[in-house]
């Protein structure tokens, strides 16, 4: 249950998500997630404490890349699969938007227990 961003620079990729997430100026600013101490969390009211993206730089077939696997959040909302969809699909989108030319490509791997 996975997100990743296969860069060549990951630790570049996690430092200018956060930049953008904190940045002062509106424009072009992340407004979809916020920092809780390393991991990062979703903003919105109906989404807001079910579940934490929780970042690391990894290697995916010989590929640098930053990773993003998502936890529930202890004592929050409960993380249903709607909830995983939408903290997966948000993150995606909004790399996307406001990061594509930082990285090269995204792979979503789901691995949960069926």
């Not at 979703?42 to 934490?52: F, G, I, P, V």
């Amino acid at each position: 249950m996975a997100l990743y961003f296969l860069t060549d620079d990951p630790a570049a990729l996690l430092e200018a998500f956060k930049a953008k997430i904190n940045q002062r100026d509106k424009q072009g600013r992340i407004e979809t997630w916020e920092e809780f101490g390393d991991n990062f969390g979703h903003t919105s009211t109906q989404w807001k404490d079910a579940a934490q993206a929780v970042p690391s730089v990894i290697t995916l077939d010989k590929n640098p890349a930053l990773k993003f696997h998502f936890e529930a959040v202890e004592g929050g909302k409960e993380f249903t699969a709607v909830a995983y969809a939408e903290y997966h699909g948000t993150l995606l989108q909004t790399f996307i938007t406001h990061l594509s030319d930082e990285f090269k490509s995204a792979r979503f791997i789901d691995r949960r227990n069926k």
